[in-house]
């Protein structure tokens, strides 16, 4: 199981060193596929294979397929990929990637400090989970249907378009 | 009678009550009436009851209302008639009632007549309540009282900004001095409880030994209120300016009656500073040296009553020397007698100012005896009382006597007796000098109009007085007459004369006599024989000329180390200093939330550096702690 | 099973999750900007998940649950914003919509 | 009920004279003359009224207490005693030459102007009459926000500033002075097991020395920014230069007197101890206010700065009087707040009715208006005579009071503080001269006094000059017959501090 999750683990960061890297909105968006899908093999390594699933299914499904639809919808054309390959220069990388450099060697100090001993990941399936999702989380579960409530009717209130009407966050204030 | 005293006050607060609200309706004989009418119901009230006190000279009390009371401290307005407070009463009310008829024709022109009447009688009222008063709070608002209608009358022609400047002066230099008094009143208070004067001046021998450090304090302090409002040195500065206001003031105010309150009060308090020998040889000292002083400058000046109010500190300085060598009665005396002459010769003063178009300038006049000839007598009766002309004046008697006390009292003292005898022939050089060149000479100036008789009777009175009581007080050798000093007996002691000095009262009497007189001839031969000597004289010592004729430069020195230093901190200040801190409170606060509103960009891509920038700080922190 | 050291887990979730930082700080495109995000999140989520089979409790696959409920929320109206902002600007430039700005 | 009534009828009042604005833009101010006229009379009804209600620290003439938030220990407690009604029946008077003053002054959102008016009103006399200290509070912020409104909507050229300012000054102490009041509640509470804010529970806690001087410090805050005192006075000039003329008279005549008023009625009776410790550095502010007040009146060319800065250095006698602990002083005190209300309030009436003539406040723009205005001359120098402390008049009587209290306790500081009333005199004779006195070289055309402006002037002439002559029926109501076995004790106003400090003695823990 080692060789599996150092496998799956360098295809994540690798994919997403991609999906980062990338002009093409498309070809992102598909190097991003291939890193939830690294991912979700971690996590069955992990002994969560409900988790794994969701993971494939809302991740690499739902959402990635969402903003496929909206990319087409606005009609992107080759020039968003010259204007990504205008804003993306090196020089660019270099502040947000010595920061995250940073955090990072901070976060593997902290990590690395606590050392623990090694573990077996124990399987815990999708009854454990449905057990304590409507046990002790049961108030976290009704919150999450009213964010999605919440979320369907904002998404739906903002992406309507009416013509010629500027929305008032936006529209411009007389000073 | 008696129980009629607070009416004398009273007249002439309603006079000038009446005078303020309804004054600009009333024709200017109504005013007239109202105002030289509520002074004359005064004195003639003052009259009554000084027969009655006569008859029986016991002091009497009348309390009218208590003022405040906070657990013992009592203090109210009630009035504590004695014989000093008598004969105070008799000079304010009788020469005031003089001043008055003088000033309805005097200031007859003048479209502030109602409020010049008004305010001369707020100052009647208030000095009046300044010398009955029975305790020190009431004196003391007397003593405002009159600060503040010195002030008003000064600068009674208002639209002269330098009579507004004068008239400023005057109330915040004896503001100097009442601060003094203040304080002093703090100290008695605290040590007794009280500020009622005759409880005081019981308790005060009881509690204070010969010499105490208290009350040393309290005299220099009270001495301190009484130069400021008797214009002594230090304070003296303010009344040759207060010669601003119109003549009537100067004689009423600036000659017979305010500036003598310090006199009233140290000898009204007498009894702590014979407690205080220090503080009483001060006040002696005061005196010596503002009389030379002051007649330094009266020698030089030009202005007629800059002369006059020159001449004022300096008598007031004599009266000072007198109450220093314990010679109270004789202080009171020459009080009296000053307030007749000096009155009599600033109403001179003034009805040759009026007549000759407000010519001030003495050297302007000249030759005028023909054309003005009662003023010229009275006046020449004034001068020679100033003078002290042996025997004929009252002038000579009050002088006299405190020439020899100064000399022979039990505290007298050598040096203040040479003192007030080279003063007392500088009086008689400046005095004539003034007389000569008004009267005699060419004449430079052109009369107006005659003199009306509402001016003409209160000068002859006056010099009658002037004349007349000095036979009040006659010394041992000249007929011993003693019903002044025996009038006070009850109130202020006696001064001893050392035994072996009685003897040569004669001798000290012919010196004083012959000083005088040689005084009037040299002023004589400098102003009549050789009107050029003078000018020569000046322009052989310029700088000490220019000296005396600026009063020995007290004027610029306190300009210079006090009013200017004041005015140039007040302006520099003008926008408080302490302000600036909370002002940069404030710009440090605009600083901050510019710079914060800065990195408010708008562009989320910062808010997120922000936020990175912010969990790797945090993390640092927590890692090196 | 085997065992999986925890901090490997967890350092690939740290790595994942800078990735997606660097990418949110870098990009322009609003759109690349929300796919960072989801980066982002699912990092944590992966987080989450280490912890929870390394004391072997459902709680971590809780969270995760959450926080994909949350993602898809946001997934949802910031597309909506998106198309809004492309609409009103006719960009899809991130700088662009900066009228917030104190 | 009295005395809740007296609060909520000024509210109603004030809402009313609003909501009356749309009938007639002239009934709010009758609105508000006639309540304020009434209070006027009711409360001088109880002049007479003896000090019946016996209660911890004093007698009192009326009293009444309501559970407000019981579960917290707040009362809606009330009562009345001499310095309280002196207090109130200055406020109504003042009120209505405010009103007065206003009457053509005031052309727009009237109603709102008189709502806020009478607010304030409510609010000062909610803290004279408050002895429950949440009470006090809620009444001490409820007179803030009116007056913020007065100054920033109806003041001159530079209100949002001076509004704003006077705002955070009072509002930053104030919250100072509620952090004190719930430590002193908590303090009170550990001890005396029981919460509660009420004034009467808490006299006499026991405090230990570092604790009382903190808490003290609390209070001070507020009272001493209130008051106020150097360094804390620069909203001062600002706040009464820019307020109408109503504005100013309401903030000189009144609210500068809550602050001399919480410092009798509080700071000295429950910290006693702290008191006595901070008491030279008091005096000292006191004196250096009234020192600095003056030299910066003296320069000011605005005549409302002018002005404003005279209540800076007459607030310092405040100061001086009530820590020297003595009861000449304190009735000097007592004094000092009713005369230079009146004084001082008179005097930017008389700068509003300048200002109204002129437009301007300049006073080198102005100058020998004496010819034309006799009858405003003349109250002009009764009131700057007043303002300099001239005997006859109430200043007088309030300012040697002061110092002869003081002097007991400071010498050093007693004498500065006289030197204060010679640059008094500086500052009080350059009003009268730049105005009325001097050539008319500036041309207005000056209408004397109206028959209103006579109205309100008039009376303050008549008050300014009996408190000058009589001031012993004043000072009456703030006897009290001194207790026995309190030979000790230093006796001040309303016997606060009598009972205090045996109090204050037997628990001392150090």
């Given at each position: 199981?080692?060789?599996?999750?150092?496998?799956?683990?360098?295809?994540?960061?690798?994919?997403?060193?991609?999906?980062?890297?990338?002009?093409?909105?498309?070809?992102?968006?598909?190097?991003?596929?291939?890193?939830?899908?690294?991912?979700?093999?971690?996590?069955?390594?992990?002994?969560?294979?409900?988790?794994?699933?969701?993971?494939?299914?809302?991740?690499?499904?739902?959402?990635?397929?969402?903003?496929?639809?909206?990319?087409?919808?606005?009609?992107?054309?080759?020039?968003?990929?010259?204007?990504?390959?205008?804003?993306?220069?090196?020089?660019?990388?270099?502040?947000?990637?010595?920061?995250?450099?940073?955090?990072?060697?901070?976060?593997?100090?902290?990590?690395?400090?606590?050392?623990?001993?090694?573990?077996?990941?124990?399987?815990?399936?999708?009854?454990?989970?449905?057990?304590?999702?409507?046990?002790?989380?049961?108030?976290?579960?009704?919150?999450?249907?009213?964010?999605?409530?919440?979320?369907?009717?904002?998404?739906?209130?903002?992406?309507?378009?009416?013509?010629?009407?500027?929305?008032?966050?936006?529209?411009?204030?007389?000073? | 009678?008696?129980?009629?005293?607070?009416?004398?006050?009273?007249?002439?607060?309603?006079?000038?009550?009446?005078?303020?609200?309804?004054?600009?309706?009333?024709?200017?004989?109504?005013?007239?009436?109202?105002?030289?009418?509520?002074?004359?119901?005064?004195?003639?009230?003052?009259?009554?009851?000084?027969?009655?006190?006569?008859?029986?000279?016991?002091?009497?009390?009348?309390?009218?209302?208590?003022?405040?009371?906070?657990?013992?401290f009592?203090?109210?307005?009630?009035?504590?008639?004695?014989?000093?407070?008598?004969?105070?009463?008799?000079?304010?009310?009788?020469?005031?009632?003089?001043?008055?008829?003088?000033?309805?024709?005097?200031?007859?022109?003048?479209?502030?007549?109602?409020?010049?009447?008004?305010?001369?009688?707020?100052?009647?009222?208030?000095?009046?309540?300044?010398?009955?008063?029975?305790?020190?709070?009431?004196?003391?608002?007397?003593?405002?009282?009159?600060?503040?209608?010195?002030?008003?009358?000064?600068?009674?022609?208002?639209?002269?900004?330098?009579?507004?400047?004068?008239?400023?002066?005057?109330?915040?230099?004896?503001?100097?001095?009442?601060?003094?008094?203040?304080i002093g009143l703090f100290i008695l208070f605290q040590t007794f409880g009280t500020l009622?004067?005759?409880?005081l001046?019981?308790?005060?021998?009881?509690a204070?030994?010969?010499?105490?450090?208290t009350?040393?304090l309290v005299?220099?302090l009270?001495?301190?209120?009484?130069?400021?409002?008797?214009?002594?040195?230090?304070?003296?500065?303010?009344?040759?300016?207060?010669?601003?206001?119109?003549?009537?003031?100067?004689?009423?105010?600036?000659?017979?009656?305010?500036?003598?309150?310090?006199?009233?009060?140290?000898?009204?308090?007498?009894?702590?500073?014979?407690?205080?020998?220090?503080?009483?040889?001060?006040?002696?000292?005061?005196?010596?040296?503002?009389?030379?002083?002051?007649?330094?400058?009266?020698?030089?000046?030009?202005?007629?009553?800059?002369?006059?109010?020159?001449?004022?500190?300096?008598?007031?300085?004599?009266?000072?020397?007198?109450?220093?060598?314990?010679?109270?009665?004789?202080?009171?005396?020459?009080?009296?007698?000053?307030?007749?002459?000096?009155?009599?010769?600033?109403?001179?003063?003034?009805?040759?100012?009026?007549?000759?178009?407000?010519?001030?300038?003495?050297?302007?006049?000249?030759?005028?005896?023909?054309?003005?000839?009662?003023?010229?007598?009275?006046?020449?009766?004034?001068?020679?009382?100033?003078?002290?002309?042996?025997?004929?004046?009252?002038?000579?008697?009050?002088?006299?006597?405190?020439?020899?006390?100064?000399?022979?009292?039990?505290?007298?003292?050598?040096?203040?007796?040479?003192?007030?005898?080279?003063?007392?022939?500088?009086?008689?050089?400046?005095?004539?000098?003034?007389?000569?060149?008004?009267?005699?000479?060419?004449?430079?100036?052109?009369?107006?109009?005659?003199?009306?008789?509402?001016?003409?009777?209160?000068?002859?009175?006056?010099?009658?007085?002037?004349?007349?009581?000095?036979?009040?007080?006659?010394?041992?050798?000249?007929?011993?007459?003693?019903?002044?000093?025996?009038?006070?007996?009850?109130?202020?002691?006696?001064?001893?004369?050392?035994?072996?000095?009685?003897?040569?009262?004669?001798?000290?009497?012919?010196?004083?006599?012959?000083?005088?007189?040689?005084?009037?001839?040299?002023?004589?031969?400098?102003?009549?024989?050789?009107?050029?000597?003078?000018?020569?004289?000046?322009?052989?010592?310029?700088?000490?000329?220019?000296?005396?004729?600026?009063?020995?430069?007290?004027?610029?020195?306190?300009?210079?180390?006090?009013?200017?230093?004041?005015?140039?901190?007040?302006?520099?200040?003008?926008?408080?200093?302490?302000?600036?801190?909370?002002?940069?409170?404030?710009?440090?606060?605009?600083?901050?939330?510019?710079?914060?509103?800065?990195?408010?960009?708008?562009?989320?891509?910062?808010?997120?550096?922000?936020?990175?920038?912010?969990?790797?700080?945090?993390?640092?922190?927590?890692?090196?702690? | 099973?085997?065992?999986?050291?925890?901090?490997?887990?967890?350092?690939?979730?740290?790595?994942?999750?800078?990735?997606?930082?660097?990418?949110?700080?870098?990009?322009?495109?609003?759109?690349?900007?929300?796919?960072?995000?989801?980066?982002?999140?699912?990092?944590?989520?992966?987080?989450?998940?280490?912890?929870?089979?390394?004391?072997?409790?459902?709680?971590?696959?809780?969270?995760?649950?959450?926080?994909?409920?949350?993602?898809?929320?946001?997934?949802?109206?910031?597309?909506?914003?998106?198309?809004?902002?492309?609409?009103?600007?006719?960009?899809?430039?991130?700088?662009?919509?900066?009228?917030?700005?104190? | 009920?009295?005395?809740?009534?007296?609060?909520?009828?000024?509210?109603?009042?004030?809402?009313?004279?609003?909501?009356?604005?749309?009938?007639?833009?002239?009934?709010?101010?009758?609105?508000?003359?006639?309540?304020?006229?009434?209070?006027?009379?009711?409360?001088?009804?109880?002049?007479?009224?003896?000090?019946?209600?016996?209660?911890?620290?004093?007698?009192?003439?009326?009293?009444?207490?309501?559970?407000?938030?019981?579960?917290?220990?707040?009362?809606?407690?009330?009562?009345?005693?001499?310095?309280?009604?002196?207090?109130?029946?200055?406020?109504?008077?003042?009120?209505?030459?405010?009103?007065?003053?206003?009457?053509?002054?005031?052309?727009?959102?009237?109603?709102?102007?008189?709502?806020?008016?009478?607010?304030?009103?409510?609010?000062?006399?909610?803290?004279?009459?408050?002895?429950?200290?949440?009470?006090?509070?809620?009444?001490?912020?409820?007179?803030?926000?009116?007056?913020?409104?007065?100054?920033?909507?109806?003041?001159?050229?530079?209100?949002?500033?001076?509004?704003?300012?006077?705002?955070?000054?009072?509002?930053?102490?104030?919250?100072?002075?509620?952090?004190?009041?719930?430590?002193?509640?908590?303090?009170?509470?550990?001890?005396?097991?029981?919460?509660?804010?009420?004034?009467?529970?808490?006299?006499?806690?026991?405090?230990?020395?570092?604790?009382?001087?903190?808490?003290?410090?609390?209070?001070?805050?507020?009272?001493?920014?209130?008051?106020?005192?150097?360094?804390?006075?620069?909203?001062?000039?600002?706040?009464?230069?820019?307020?109408?003329?109503?504005?100013?008279?309401?903030?000189?005549?009144?609210?500068?007197?809550?602050?001399?008023?919480?410092?009798?009625?509080?700071?000295?009776?429950?910290?006693?101890?702290?008191?006595?410790?901070?008491?030279?550095?008091?005096?000292?502010?006191?004196?250096?206010?009234?020192?600095?007040?003056?030299?910066?009146?003296?320069?000011?060319?605005?005549?409302?700065?002018?002005?404003?800065?005279?209540?800076?250095?007459?607030?310092?006698?405040?100061?001086?009087?009530?820590?020297a602990?003595n009861?000449v002083a304190?009735?000097?005190?007592?004094?000092?707040?009713?005369?230079?209300?009146?004084?001082?309030?008179?005097?930017?009436?008389?700068?509003?009715?300048?200002?109204?003539?002129?437009?301007?406040?300049?006073?080198?723009?102005?100058?020998?208006?004496?010819?034309?205005?006799?009858?405003?001359?003349?109250?002009?120098?009764?009131?700057?005579?007043?303002?300099?402390?001239?005997?006859?008049?109430?200043?007088?009587?309030?300012?040697?009071?002061?110092l002869l209290g003081a002097w007991q306790a400071n010498h050093?500081?007693t004498?500065?503080?006289?030197?204060?009333?010679?640059?008094?005199?500086?500052?009080?004779?350059?009003?009268?001269?730049?105005?009325?006195?001097?050539?008319?070289?500036?041309?207005?055309?000056?209408?004397?006094?109206?028959?209103?402006?006579?109205?309100?002037?008039?009376?303050?002439?008549?008050?300014?000059?009996?408190?000058?002559?009589?001031?012993?029926?004043?000072?009456?109501?703030?006897?009290?017959?001194?207790?026995?076995?309190?030979?000790?004790?230093?006796?001040?106003?309303?016997?606060?501090?009598?009972?205090?400090?045996?109090?204050?003695?037997?628990?001392?823990?150090?």
């Open positions: 199981m080692h060789l599996t999750f150092y496998v799956a683990s360098a295809i994540a960061v690798l994919s997403t060193i991609m999906v980062i890297t990338r002009y093409n909105l498309i070809h992102a968006l598909l190097y991003l596929v291939v890193s939830f899908l690294a991912i979700s093999i971690v996590f069955f390594v992990l002994g969560a294979p409900f988790v794994a699933a969701l993971e494939i299914i809302v991740y690499a499904g739902a959402i990635v397929v969402l903003i496929i639809f909206v990319i087409m919808m606005l009609n992107l054309k080759a020039e968003a990929v010259e204007q990504e390959r205008e804003w993306l220069t090196r020089k660019i990388f270099i502040g947000p990637a010595l920061l995250s450099v940073v955090l990072l060697a901070e976060l593997a100090y902290m990590i690395l400090q606590s050392r623990t001993t090694d573990f077996n990941a124990p399987m815990l399936d999708a009854k454990a989970v449905g057990l304590s999702l409507y046990g002790p989380y049961v108030i976290g579960v009704e919150l999450s249907g009213i964010l999605l409530m919440a979320g369907i009717v904002g998404a739906y209130h903002l992406g309507r378009q009416k013509k010629k009407v500027v929305h008032r966050f936006l529209e411009s204030t007389e000073e | 009678m008696k129980e009629l005293l607070w009416l004398i006050p009273a007249w002439p607060l309603a006079g000038a009550l009446i005078l303020i609200l309804g004054g600009h309706r009333m024709s200017r004989t109504l005013a007239t009436l109202v105002g030289a009418g509520s002074v004359g119901l005064s004195a003639l009230i003052t009259l009554l009851i000084g027969f009655a006190f006569l008859s029986a000279p016991e002091p009497f009390d009348q309390h009218l209302w208590t003022w405040m009371a906070i657990g013992n009592q203090p109210s307005f009630a009035f504590h008639l004695d014989a000093l407070s008598m004969i105070f009463l008799f000079v304010i009310t009788f020469v005031g009632f003089l001043i008055h008829i003088y000033s309805s024709e005097f200031m007859a022109g003048d479209e502030g007549f109602a409020r010049f009447f008004a305010y001369l009688n707020l100052f009647v009222c208030s000095m009046l309540i300044l010398v009955l008063a029975d305790n020190l709070l009431l004196l003391y608002l007397g003593w405002e009282g009159v600060g503040l209608c010195s002030y008003l009358l000064i600068g009674f022609w208002y639209q002269e900004e330098k009579n507004g400047y004068a008239a400023r002066k005057a109330f915040i230099v004896t503001r100097v001095g009442d601060t003094a008094m203040a009622h004067i005759q409880s001046l019981q308790q005060a021998p009881q204070w030994s010969v010499g105490d450090q009350a040393l005299g220099f009270l001495l301190g209120g009484a130069v400021g409002k008797s214009a002594q040195l230090p304070l003296q500065t303010w009344l040759p300016d207060a010669m601003a206001g119109p003549s009537p003031v100067s004689a009423l105010i600036h000659a017979a009656t305010m500036v003598t309150a310090g006199v009233y009060l140290i000898a009204r308090t007498h009894v702590i500073f014979e407690l205080a020998p220090q503080a009483q040889l001060a006040v002696g000292i005061v005196g010596a040296v503002t009389l030379l002083l002051a007649g330094f400058s009266a020698l030089t000046q030009n202005d007629l009553k800059r002369v006059l109010a020159y001449s004022t500190i300096s008598q007031i300085g004599y009266m000072f020397l007198a109450l220093g060598v314990g010679a109270w009665s004789a202080a009171i005396f020459h009080f009296m007698i000053h307030a007749f002459f000096k009155a009599l010769l600033f109403l001179g003063a003034g009805a040759i100012i009026l007549v000759l178009h407000h010519e001030h300038d003495m050297f302007k006049m000249g030759g005028l005896r023909h054309k003005l000839p009662v003023i010229y007598g009275t006046f020449l009766i004034g001068a020679a009382s100033l003078a002290a002309i042996p025997l004929v004046t009252g002038g000579f008697y009050s002088k006299d006597q405190i020439l020899w006390l100064a000399w022979a009292g039990e505290r007298g003292n050598v040096l203040l007796y040479l003192a007030a005898l080279f003063g007392a022939f500088i009086t008689s050089v400046y005095t004539f000098r003034m007389v000569f060149v008004t009267f005699f000479g060419a004449e430079h100036s052109h009369v107006s109009h005659p003199v009306g008789k509402a001016m003409l009777t209160p000068l002859v009175v006056l010099a009658v007085l002037s004349t007349l009581a000095g036979f009040l007080e006659l010394p041992h050798t000249l007929g011993h007459v003693t019903i002044f000093s025996d009038f006070l007996s009850p109130v202020l002691p006696a001064v001893n004369v050392r035994p072996d000095a009685e003897s040569m009262e004669l001798l000290f009497q012919v010196i004083a006599a012959v000083v005088a007189l040689s005084g009037v001839g040299l002023a004589y031969y400098l102003y009549v024989l050789k009107p050029d000597l003078p000018s020569k004289i000046k322009e052989e010592i310029p700088g000490l000329h220019h000296l005396w004729f600026v009063g020995w430069g007290f004027d610029a020195l306190y300009d210079t180390l006090l009013v200017r230093p004041f005015v140039y901190i007040a302006k520099v200040n003008k926008h408080d200093v302490l302000d600036k801190f909370y002002t940069g409170l404030v710009t440090v606060a605009e600083f901050f939330h510019r710079a914060l509103a800065y990195t408010q960009s708008g562009m989320m891509r910062w808010y997120v550096m922000g936020i990175v920038i912010g969990a790797i700080l945090m993390l640092t922190i927590g890692l090196i702690l | 099973m085997e065992t999986v050291p925890v901090e490997s887990g967890l350092l690939l979730a740290g790595v994942l999750f800078m990735l997606g930082l660097i990418s949110v700080l870098i990009r322009r495109n609003i759109i690349f900007m929300l796919i960072s995000v989801e980066i982002m999140l699912n990092a944590a989520g992966l987080a989450f998940i280490v912890a929870g089979s390394r004391w072997a409790q459902a709680d971590g696959q809780v969270m995760f649950i959450f926080i994909l409920t949350m993602a898809a929320a946001e997934v949802s109206v910031g597309l909506a914003l998106i198309l809004q902002i492309y609409h009103q600007l006719k960009t899809l430039d991130g700088d662009m919509a900066s009228k917030m700005k104190g | 009920m009295i005395l809740p009534a007296l609060i909520i009828f000024l509210l109603a009042g004030g809402i009313l004279a609003w909501s009356a604005e749309k009938i007639n833009a002239s009934y709010p101010k009758w609105i508000a003359l006639a309540v304020l006229a009434i209070y006027l009379v009711v409360m001088g009804s109880l002049w007479s009224a003896e000090n019946t209600t016996a209660l911890t620290g004093g007698s009192w003439k009326v009293h009444f207490m309501k559970p407000w938030i019981p579960q917290f220990g707040v009362s809606f407690h009330l009562a009345l005693d001499g310095l309280s009604l002196l207090m109130l029946l200055l406020t109504f008077f003042l009120g209505m030459a405010a009103v007065l003053i206003s009457w053509k002054e005031i052309q727009n959102r009237v109603g709102f102007f008189y709502f806020n008016m009478l607010w304030v009103l409510a609010g000062i006399s909610g803290v004279f009459l408050a002895m429950d200290l949440f009470l006090f509070y809620f009444f001490w912020e409820m007179m803030l926000i009116p007056m913020y409104f007065l100054i920033g909507i109806w003041g001159h050229e530079n209100r949002r500033y001076a509004a704003y300012k006077f705002f955070i000054f009072t509002q930053a102490s104030g919250l100072l002075m509620l952090l004190a009041v719930l430590g002193m509640y908590f303090v009170h509470g550990a001890t005396a097991g029981e919460y509660t804010f009420d004034y009467f529970a808490w006299l006499g806690t026991p405090l230990s020395t570092q604790t009382g001087r903190w808490l003290m410090l609390g209070f001070l805050a507020a009272f001493i920014v209130k008051l106020p005192v150097v360094p804390f006075h620069s909203w001062l000039p600002d706040a009464h230069a820019e307020a109408p003329t109503a504005g100013s008279v309401i903030l000189a005549g009144l609210l500068l007197k809550t602050g001399a008023y919480g410092l009798i009625r509080f700071v000295v009776p429950l910290f006693p101890e702290a008191s006595h410790y901070f008491a030279p550095v008091l005096m000292g502010l006191g004196v250096l206010g009234i020192l600095y007040g003056a030299i910066l009146a003296f320069a000011q060319t605005d005549i409302k700065r002018l002005v404003a800065y005279t209540s800076v250095s007459h607030m310092g006698f405040v100061m001086l009087g009530v820590f602990f009861e304190m009735k000097g005190v007592v004094m000092q707040m009713i005369t230079h209300g009146i004084s001082t309030g008179a005097l930017f009436i008389l700068a509003g009715v300048l200002y109204e003539r002129i437009h301007t406040r300049d006073i080198n723009h102005m100058g020998g208006f004496w010819p034309q205005v006799p009858f405003m001359g003349t109250m002009g120098l009764v009131f700057a005579m007043a303002s300099l402390g001239l005997p006859g008049l109430g200043n007088f009587v309030a300012e040697i009071l002061t050093t500081l004498i500065l503080a006289t030197v204060g009333l010679v640059a008094a005199t500086a500052y009080s004779l350059r009003i009268v001269q730049k105005i009325f006195l001097g050539k008319p070289e500036h041309h207005y055309t000056l209408p004397d006094l109206s028959g209103r402006e006579k109205l309100i002037l008039v009376p303050l002439v008549v008050a300014i000059v009996w408190l000058g002559l009589f001031p012993q029926a004043v000072m009456q109501q703030v006897d009290q017959p001194a207790k026995a076995g309190t030979a000790q004790t230093q006796v001040t106003t309303s016997g606060l501090l009598v009972n205090q400090h045996v109090k204050g003695g037997e628990h001392d823990p150090k």
